[in-house]
């Protein structure tokens, strides 16, 4: 079976990335450093992707700051005020949009982290990185034929806001024609067999004008994709049902994937129905987190996607990109053993993935998923995750809460019961003051009621 990775950390196993970039912003370094330095991890993670047996693995997912900034810079939309005069965008206008510079402010990042784009009626877009076709080239040079990695068209403008004066209810949208002519450049020619475009936002609640957007922009994208196999990703959420219906009956596309981490809805939808002959990308190692995937589990997954699509259809993927890790256990050399064998950073989820992908071949590693196994089970049962006297604080603090609430109620029904009491004392209720009282009484009741039965269901399970 195969495998594919989403995307990867960009920064380098000892924050390589993080020191260069600082060196050429600090004035100490060239941009050719910069640019080895660059070349070197990009290197380093093809290779290791490929020594470890991934099939599909992705290029153009290396960023000098965020790929939502790298797609603005492929596009040509930058805002007027960096005075960008057209062709190659080079650094210099690349890290004024994303740090500012001198004379003007950056664009916004969110706390997403990525730079918003800024777009108007009047942005005229134009092919000026080469950025996605450059890496593919050069991770092909080593021999290594990669899945070049784009924003989707639809996503990048759903991400992007109106730019300064323009009005607020400006539809983003409406320039999915004027972007769309841009996405058919290069990749096909220089060779590429497969494209990755990452339409994230599918995993929102869109209505049916955004959902068609998809429909439109990939039919329109259709000749132009002709002799590509084309991966529509998705990641961090459910793909909600009208969402799926759309995506899985776009025609240009060969393969979907999705977060099976999170995306448990998602599997009851691929349960109900999964287009014939299409590659489902299955992401059953999380991507969001340093744990080590409980093999079995995701093997079980997989097998029983295997049975709805067919075995030879699923590719074993990451839940999303692998940028949220950190990158390598390797260089933890202060941890102890037993912690390294709880946790995967993103060289090792690498491994995981393909052992995943082997097994499900029938090539099971059966000392790996063993080791694997006990090292779950050490995890569960350890005294350094789970410590009783905490775990006692906690339930007495639960049952403080309840009893707490419990008393609040009584106090309101009391309340009421003396209010009724009063004013018949005085003479002074009528039938509707007396049914008000009356109806805010069994309410409390109702409530008090609840909390007994929460309570006694507590006392039962803890006993």
Not at 66 to 83: I, K, W
Request: with cysteine; proline share 3%; net charge positive.
């Amino acid at each position: 079976m195969a495998s594919h990775i989403v995307g990867y950390p960009r920064i380098g196993p000892k924050r390589e990335l993080k020191f260069a970039l600082e060196s050429f912003w600090d004035g100490k370094s060239s941009a050719e450093e910069l640019q080895q330095v660059a070349a070197d991890l990009r290197s380093a993670i093809w290779k290791q992707m490929a020594e470890a047996g991934t099939k599909y693995i992705p290029s153009n997912t290396f960023s000098y700051y965020d790929q939502v900034l790298d797609t603005t810079a492929m596009l040509g939309a930058v805002p007027a005020r960096y005075n960008w005069n057209g062709g190659e965008i080079g650094f210099d206008v690349y890290f004024s949009m994303a740090r500012g510079n001198a004379s003007v402010p950056a664009m916004e990042m969110t706390k997403c982290h990525y730079i918003v784009p800024e777009l108007g009626p009047d942005v005229k877009f134009s092919y000026s990185s080469h950025k996605a076709v450059v890496e593919y080239k050069e991770a092909k040079v080593l021999g290594i034929n990669t899945v070049p990695v784009l924003v989707g068209p639809v996503s990048y403008l759903l991400l992007s806001k109106p730019a300064k004066g323009v009005d607020k209810s400006f539809s983003l949208l409406s320039l999915i024609d004027k972007i769309l002519p841009v996405y058919r450049y290069g990749l096909k020619a220089a060779g590429a067999t497969w494209v990755q475009f990452d339409e994230p936002t599918l995993v929102k609640d869109l209505d049916a004008h955004q959902l068609q957007a998809f429909t439109h922009a990939y039919a329109e994208l259709e000749s132009s994709l002709s002799g590509l196999n084309v991966l529509i990703e998705t990641y961090f959420a459910d793909v909600p049902a009208e969402a799926y219906k759309t995506l899985t009956s776009l025609k240009a596309v060969t393969a979907y994937g999705f977060d099976i981490v999170r995306g448990t809805k998602t599997l009851d939808l691929i349960k109900q129905g999964f287009p014939s002959g299409k590659f489902l990308f299955a992401g059953v190692v999380d991507g969001r987190n340093i744990w080590a995937n409980n093999l079995a589990s995701s093997l079980n997954t997989l097998q029983a996607l295997g049975d709805i699509v067919g075995t030879d259809k699923v590719v074993v993927s990451t839940s999303c990109s692998l940028l949220h890790t950190a990158v390598d256990l390797v260089n933890e050399t202060k941890l102890d053993q037993e912690i390294k064998s709880w946790l995967a950073f993103a060289a090792q989820k690498v491994v995981e993935v393909n052992a995943l992908a082997k097994a499900l071949s029938g090539q099971k590693d059966e000392v790996y998923f063993s080791a694997n196994a006990a090292a779950l089970a050490s995890r569960k049962s350890s005294p350094r995750v789970t410590n009783e006297a905490v775990q006692k604080a906690k339930r007495r603090r639960s049952r403080d809460q309840k009893l707490w609430r419990q008393r609040q109620v009584r106090t309101k029904q009391i309340e009421c019961e003396d209010e009724i009491e009063g004013q018949i004392d005085g003479g002074g209720t009528n039938g509707a003051n007396k049914g008000e009282i009356e109806r805010r009484q069994g309410s409390a009741r109702k409530e008090m009621n609840s909390e007994n039965k929460v309570v006694s269901e507590s006392v039962q399970r803890k006993l």
